[in-house]
């Protein structure tokens, strides 16, 4: 497992909470590649990464006294975003993976709204944490195996710094792009949860284990 300093520990979970919002207009259409300068068509899963990466990053900047001095505000902006954008339901299946198969449809959706209340909780005041100054560079729009959405990878620019590579795995749900997953230098918080749940999924019911993420008793992590 990559070990990365707070910033980018909390980089999956800012990014996947606040940084991408899906088209509300767009239905499902034909995945392609995409070169870098042809990305970014208006409408397209790359477009919507970079415009609402680039309007979310200003909102963090204009509004970040007021998110410093009120923190419950800027729970409201983050959930709010999250809640836009973010399919759980389709994410947390992946991360239960095999504790997954047959599980009844509300257990899975308690365990990914604890899972997402948790995340939150834990690194949504990290937004504030960020160089706001950063760019945003779409290199690639690339289909997923099997007809499963689109990979759109992208590169945080930042001044002083190499790149940090992001990419978003997104899918149609519900006739609107959302995101299922993010990848920040190769590691995969899908993944990385899957790994971290799985002792406790082999002791216990998704149920109790949503409940003890919900109550604290258990914290996910980013590392």
């Given at each position: 497992?990559?070990?990365?300093?707070?910033?980018?520990?909390?980089?999956?979970?800012?990014?996947?909470?606040?940084?991408?919002?899906?088209?509300?207009?767009?239905?499902?259409?034909?995945?392609?590649?995409?070169?870098?300068?042809?990305?970014?068509?208006?409408?397209?899963?790359?477009?919507?990464v970079?415009?609402?990466?680039?309007?979310?990053?200003?909102?963090?900047?204009?509004?970040?006294?007021?998110?410093?001095r009120?923190?419950?505000?800027?729970?409201?902006?983050?959930?709010?975003?999250?809640?836009?954008?973010?399919?759980?339901?389709?994410?947390?299946?992946?991360?239960?993976?095999?504790?997954?198969?047959?599980?009844?449809?509300?257990?899975?959706?308690?365990?990914?709204?604890a899972?997402?209340?948790n995340?939150?909780?834990?690194?949504?005041?990290?937004?504030?944490?960020?160089?706001?100054?950063?760019?945003?560079?779409?290199?690639?729009?690339?289909?997923?195996?099997?007809?499963?959405?689109?990979?759109?990878?992208?590169?945080?620019?930042?001044?002083?710094?190499?790149?940090?590579?992001?990419?978003?795995l997104?899918?149609?749900?519900?006739?609107?792009?959302?995101?299922?997953?993010?990848?920040?230098?190769?590691?995969?918080?899908?993944q990385?949860?899957?790994?971290?749940?799985?002792?406790?999924?082999?002791?216990?019911?998704?149920q109790?284990v949503?409940?003890?993420l919900?109550?604290?008793?258990?914290?996910?992590?980013?590392?």
């Amino acid at each position: 497992m990559i070990r990365m300093p707070l910033i980018r520990r909390a980089l999956p979970i800012a990014l996947a909470a606040a940084l991408v919002l899906p088209a509300t207009t767009v239905l499902a259409q034909q995945a392609r590649p995409a070169a870098p300068a042809a990305a970014a068509q208006a409408g397209s899963p790359s477009q919507l990464v970079l415009s609402n990466t680039e309007r979310v990053l200003k909102t963090l900047e204009s509004r970040r006294a007021e998110f410093t001095r009120d923190r419950g505000a800027l729970t409201t902006f983050v959930n709010s975003e999250f809640n836009a954008m973010f399919d759980r339901d389709y994410a947390a299946r992946q991360v239960l993976g095999r504790h997954g198969r047959g599980a009844a449809e509300a257990d899975v959706k308690a365990f990914g709204d604890a899972l997402a209340d948790n995340l939150m909780r834990k690194y949504g005041s990290s937004l504030l944490d960020f160089n706001t100054q950063l760019r945003v560079r779409i290199k690639s729009e690339q289909p997923l195996p099997r007809g499963l959405g689109v990979r759109v990878s992208s590169e945080l620019l930042r001044s002083g710094g190499e790149p940090i590579p992001v990419d978003f795995l997104m899918r149609q749900s519900g006739g609107t792009w959302k995101v299922f997953d993010v990848s920040v230098e190769g590691v995969s918080f899908v993944q990385t949860f899957r790994q971290q749940f799985d002792a406790e999924l082999q002791r216990k019911s998704i149920q109790q284990v949503a409940r003890e993420l919900r109550s604290g008793q258990i914290q996910a992590t980013a590392e």
